[in-house]
């Protein structure tokens, strides 16, 4: 693997980490967060993970470590 696509694939990692902490904190304290939608931004509060999407996540962090 190339030098900066690992390190490209390390900053995808670190900004899906942190795009989960804001939107599991913005589920805790009913923030709104803002959400590009249709040529606007709208501003919404993030619903709860499904667990169909908590095993894509789950897939995705094991490829990285290969």
């Given at each position: 693997?190339?030098?900066?696509?690992?390190?490209?694939?390390?900053?995808?990692?670190?900004?899906?980490?942190?795009?989960?902490?804001?939107?599991?904190?913005?589920?805790?304290?009913?923030?709104?967060i803002?959400i590009?939608?249709?040529?606007?931004?709208?501003?919404e509060?993030?619903?709860?993970?499904?667990?169909?999407?908590?095993?894509?996540?789950?897939?995705?962090?094991?490829?990285?470590?290969?």
């Amino acid at each position: 693997m190339k030098k900066h696509n690992k390190y490209a694939l390390l900053a995808l990692k670190a900004m899906k980490r942190a795009a989960a902490k804001v939107a599991e904190d913005a589920r805790k304290n009913k923030y709104k967060i803002p959400i590009w939608k249709n040529g606007r931004i709208e501003y919404e509060i993030p619903g709860e993970a499904t667990e169909q999407g908590a095993q894509t996540v789950r897939q995705q962090h094991s490829d990285f470590s290969k």
